[in-house]
């Protein structure tokens, strides 16, 4: 089976703009979930999909939003982009609700100028 | 104001020797336990994981620990190898609440030839 994939895997964006980052799950997984990893707070969670509903959300800002679709793929935006926005952007796929392993993409690194 | 990187604690050991990286977690209710390892320019990669039922489980050349009492996991790693060079992640979850995952600030392993 194919792994998670990301696109793009690196994008450089400046501030006020916006991105879209992309996610594919491994074939059968139904979960997806998104995590921010920087040097100064580590691998922080954004929130999680299962089957096109959010189940969960981290404590970030509004600027942070998801969505997935019916094929589980799974898109995350950031709005209004702010240098501290720069990270690698991790997505983890699972084939349960609940509980299951949880594999990751290579991420996006995303970088705000 | 400006952020401060995280300061991973690093943990040397001799190739062929046995490591051992510790994790506290925070959370009484998380049930499900899961260790990552992570190289440069990659996405984490699941380990092994162990569920609050138990409190040993084994791999191949790894060992998870879990002490419910303290909330303390450990990943032994017999036989360490260079190519286990990387940093490592405890994760926690309660598995009532989705896949959500909390992650630990890492451990760099360095294995010294």
Sequence with gaps: KAGVTQTPRYLIKTRGQQVTLSCSPISGHRSVSWYQQTPGQGLQFLFEYFSETQRNKG??????????FSNSRSEMNVSTL????????????SQGPRGGEQ??????????? | GESVGLHLPTLSVQEGDNSIINCAYSNSASDYFIWYKQESGKGPQFIIDIRSNMDKRQGQRVTVLLNKTVKHLSLQIAA???GDSA???????????GNKLTFGTGTQLKVEL
Excluded at chain 1, 59 to 67: H, K
């Design chain 2, 80 to 82: 360490t190898q260079p």
């Design chain 1, 103 to 113: 594999f990751f993409g290579p991420g996006t690194r995303l970088t705000v100028l």
């Design chain 1, 59 to 68: 404590n970030f800002p509004g600027r942070f939003s998801g969505r997935q």
């Design chain 1, 82 to 93: 702010e240098l501290g926005d720069s990270a690698l952007y991790l997505c983890a796929s």
């Design chain 2, 87 to 97: 940093v490592y992640f405890c994760a926690e979850a309660f598995t009532g609440g």
